[in-house]
């Protein structure tokens, strides 16, 4: 339960950053952010990690295949 709190804690400060228009605030905010949302992970259950490195591999394959043409030539 405390994980689920963490990570919405840290999703809560990204959001914050994203919409503040001074840099400093925003550069705190995303480095606070980042330490909240990973010990939010650190702390949630086994399963939701695995799920989540699973997503996140996945999501960066497919990001990759697309920035490589799918082994397409590209003119």
Request: aromatic share 16%; hydrophobic share 65%; with cysteine.
């Amino acid at each position: 339960m405390s994980s689920l709190v963490f990570l919405l804690i840290g999703l809560a400060t990204f959001f914050f950053a994203w919409k503040t228009k001074e840099e400093i605030h925003r550069i705190a905010a995303m480095v606070v952010g980042t330490i909240v949302l990973v010990w939010g992970f650190a702390l949630a259950p086994l399963s939701f990690q695995l799920l989540f490195e699973i997503i996140s591999v996945l999501a960066a394959f497919f990001v990759c295949m697309r920035c490589l043409g799918c082994g397409f030539k590209q003119d």
